[in-house]
């Protein structure tokens, strides 16, 4: 952008035909280098984001990114993430929920929320985010778990159980959902089923030490 605007200030003295065949003839690199802006502050941002000293680092960069593609979903949940890691979840709840407008197919969103609404004690909310968490990707087994935790925290034993099948059974080495089908199938008088599952919660507990 440097070159063409300086060829334009040098020839405008001489015609104004010449500055309109200029601007036509010379491609504009304002694409080029946005596009490598972009990938200069996602690489830093991602960079920073990894590492627990320089979180407010990453928010910096991801709002840069975010300022050349306003629009951009993608910007907006890291921007969102980071901020969240950074400690500032009222901003990073913020950006999350206007990532989610834009496009609520995204699954993201809805996880994240529904983990921020949860450690803050908003179940009602959580849940809510979790639920369309599992529509958009059955098959994540720790969204299955926290809405069944979510569910058993509710008093809503009867959802609670499936979730918590679901989660084992998409990842049978998760053994914060075999301990809760333990207490599920306890509660429910089914003592061969917690016997099984308490056996397995165990093992996995000796593997993980």
């Known amino acids: 952008m440097r070159k063409t605007l300086v060829a334009v200030v040098l020839c405008a003295a001489t015609a104004a035909a010449t500055v309109v065949v200029l601007w036509a003839q ?16 996602r ?29 951009s979903v993608r910007e907006r949940v890291n921007l969102g993430l980071a901020l969240l890691r950074a400690g500032k979840t009222p901003e990073g709840v913020a950006e999350l929920k206007k990532a989610q407008q834009q496009d609520p197919k995204l699954p993201h969103t809805w996880f994240n929320l529904g983990i921020v609404y949860k450690k803050d004690g908003y179940y009602p909310a959580a849940i809510t985010q979790l639920e ?3 529509k958009l990707a059955p098959d994540e087994p720790i969204s299955h778990y926290n809405l069944g935790y979510l569910y058993r925290l509710t008093n809503k034993v009867t959802e609670a159980l499936p979730e918590f099948e679901a989660a ?28 099984r599952e308490l056996a397995r919660f165990q093992e996995l507990r000796k593997q993980q030490a």
């Open 26 to 41: 010379t491609p504009a690199p304002s694409a080029a280098e946005k596009a490598e802006q972009l990938a200069i502050h």
């Open 43 to 71: 690489n830093l941002g991602k960079a920073f984001y990894e590492n627990p000293t320089t979180y407010a680092q990453s928010v910096e960069e991801f709002t840069k990114a975010l300022a050349l593609e306003p629009d």
């Open 132 to 134: 369309q968490m599992v």
């Open 168 to 195: 084992a059974k998409l990842d049978p080495n998760l053994a914060g959902a075999r301990f809760q089908l333990y207490n599920a199938y306890r509660a429910a008088n089914r003592a061969a089923d917690a016997a």
